[in-house]
């Protein structure tokens, strides 16, 4: 791949990747921009969710705790 911009942070890398999500194409130069860009924000807290998180409807939070925060009680932090 030739040098090509990242798509988060403009980096102009010699050795970018690409990650193809549904019919959407991004080039990244690291994996952190990578997190920016496409890993959801806990619906409290704002971290970006890396693992399996949990959920409530449309809504991700990081962890049960944050999810009850926003009243979401039903849900449980996955073991």
Same mark, same amino acid.
């Given at each position: 791949m030739p040098h090509v911009r990242c798509e988060t942070c403009g980096n102009d890398y010699d050795h970018p990747f690409q990650i193809v999500k549904g019919d959407k194409s991004y080039v990244f130069d690291s994996f952190e921009c990578a997190i920016q860009?496409? #890993?959801? =924000?806990? +619906?409290?807290?704002? /971290? @970006?969710?890396?693992?399996?998180?949990?959920?409530?409807?449309?809504?991700?939070?990081?962890?049960?705790?944050? #999810?009850? =925060?926003? +009243?979401?009680?039903? /849900? @449980?932090?996955?073991?």
């Open positions: 860009a496409l #890993a959801p =924000a806990c +619906g409290n807290c704002g /971290v @970006r969710v890396l693992g399996h998180g949990v959920q409530e409807a449309d809504q991700i939070y990081c962890c049960a705790h944050c #999810a009850a =925060a926003q +009243g979401a009680d039903q /849900v @449980r932090d996955r073991a």
